[in-house]
């Protein structure tokens, strides 16, 4: 007889303990085990969370190289629990350590197949049974993780209609969802307290606004009300506020706004065909949100328009210099100028943030992020198994987002959801901004390096969005790299990965709608390739859902900077006319349901990883751990500059400190 030494790891979280009775079954490649009881003599407590229990099993012979074990869990004086292994580690005779990562609940009596740490392709496997462990774990996966389709036109989704229908591997902790449902009570309790949750009428002054936008408050946010009336603010959240990605060089002034030199640059000092010649003038061009039809919010109908703005970059600075808010021109679309009333011109910029609420939610935040995310981890769990180096890196990226997003489905963007309801593009117009946004989108602005190439925005100052991006980027492409070279040595092994082209594939045809015109690969044919697509996976899963979703209380706590709706139609003429700002902006009940949605969507939870950090550990081999920890004294580095680079700003840049950001779409 011959011993093996087994040592299981159960994972340190809520319920992850049973009390159920284990069994183990080792598979080699001379053989197998029987299937052995993990006996302890303080029985089901050896299984407690965060504890290891060693065991031994015993066999008549060497079973040679272990590939695979088998777990089930079985009743317990008829009680059927959950358990959550993170591991399960065993040492043979000859004295080899072989770690099989498991990561997941087991939750009934079935057997379970989990394969040694190291990463196969399929096409590498040489064993009948390791193949068949394979394929049997893709066809479970494609029966738990179906495609749907949620909106005609929009990307695919899990088919899933609450949390409670996905897999228990994919959902909330217990410490996450208690500490979600707990912020968003207390934000409705907080409603509810004040009366205001069902106030429909508009504000009276700005005085009773700031009574209620004070009660809770971040450093970002008091900024935002001090200065959300400046030229020089409105322009900077176009560079690092939540929608760092709309402005661009505009080399050839759009036909539609006949901006003049006149206009722009008084008694001749200056000319706008130089400056832009010199790459000095930038473009905002709202016009997906052309011609859609607004909401109707608490039986008043709402007003969104679909501005152009244009900016000057002088002294290092970028300033806005002319708005106007309709696509066509005309005689009741005036192009607003800073030089006009400033009561104009706070409008006129007060429709424009309106319209990039929108823009942002819609396009840049939601189907930008959270949708293809969705689509990235949908498509990995049923396509690419466990012992795949693809899942290895990539399924730490997935964390929580099927969970979240069917959340948003039910909460926010469904038929009484609160952005329908409470948002001027929420209904009708919604669907038609994102099917607009979904054919217009490329895969060269997802790549942030050849975004901001494409947009002719590398050189402007103080673009910390830019910057931090940039640098984050070369740290994940360097990771990638050499985690993707170590597999996939020459080009050929990319393209006889049966797995990765199915991948692709799906993320082509479910995300993208089979739409050619973005530039999404069909399929991966060389290494190059491979890395950078998986560059930005990784990038739009992390850094830019940070980008685009933390600051979203900071920048919308004071509501005038970024109101959610509007209710009266925009200003047709200048000059001087009534006071009309407080009525056109949202009404109260409006306000407040926007507020409390956006604190609990820029909330963390206390079980937060922040990106590189990888407290499951997937990967067993030497060299790709070593990849992992360059990897995570890359980011610390970063994370040091760009604390050093904000402690003289005063409006420090954090979005893109890469401690301060989930590895997923996890919020």
Known sequence: MVNYEVTVYTTNCTFAATFNNVNIKLVGTEGKSNRSWLFSIIGSLALFKGDVAHFTVSCPKSLGTLFLIELDKQD???????????????????????????????????????????????????????????????????????????????????????????????????????????????????????????RNESWTDIDALDRVFTYRTTDMSEYVQELWQEDEFFAYQYLNGVNPIMIRCCKVLPKNFPVTNDMVFLHGHGSLTKEIERGNIFLCDYKRLDGVTPNTINGKKQYLMAPLVLFHKRQGKLMPIAIQ?????????????????????????????????????????????????????????????????????????TRYTLQINIMARLALISEKGVFTEFAASGGEAMITIMERSLSSMT?????????????????????YYKDDGLKLWDIIFKFVEGVLSYYYKTDDVVVKDSELQDWIQDIFEHGFLSQEQTGIPQKLSTVDELIKFVTMVIFTCSCQHSAVNSGQYDYGAWMPNTPISLQRPPPTTKGPKENIMMQTLPDISTTVKGMSTMWLLSKESSDFVPLGQYPEQYFTEGFPRKQIKRFQRKLHQLSVDIKIRNEPLNLPYTYLDPASFENSVAI
């Open 76 to 198: 317990f004086l008829l009680f059927q629990d959950s358990w959550y292994p993170s591991k399960v580690e065993v040492r043979s005779p000859e004295g080899d350590t072989y770690c099989f990562p498991v990561h997941r609940w087991i939750t009934d009596r079935e057997v379970h197949r989990f394969r040694e740490g190291k990463a196969v392709k399929a096409f590498e496997e040489t064993n009948t049974l390791a193949t068949y462990a394979r394929e049997q774990e893709l066809i479970g996966r494609k029966k738990d993780y179906c495609w749907d389709e949620s909106k005609k036109g929009l990307p695919h989704c899990i088919k899933g209609e609450i949390p409670l229908s996905l897999p228990p591997e994919v959902t909330f902790s217990y410490t996450k969802h208690t500490e979600f449902f707990w912020t968003a009570a207390i934000g409705q309790a907080e409603q509810h307290l004040k009366g205001l949750e069902k």
């Open 325 to 397: 808010l309709k696509q066509t021109p005309a005689d009741d679309n005036p192009i607003f100028l800073p030089t006009d009333s400033a009561y104009d011109w706070m409008m006129a910029k007060i429709f424009v943030r309106s319209a990039d609420f929108q823009e942002h939610q819609l396009n840049v935040h939601l189907l930008r992020t959270h949708l293809l995310a969705e689509v990235f981890a949908v498509s990995l769990l049923r396509n690419v198994p466990m012992v795949h180096p693809l899942y290895k890196l990539l399924v730490p990226h």
């Open 443 to 463: 895969y060269k602005s997802l790549c942030i390096p050849d975004d901001v190439d494409e947009r002719g925005v590398r050189d402007i100052p103080n673009y």
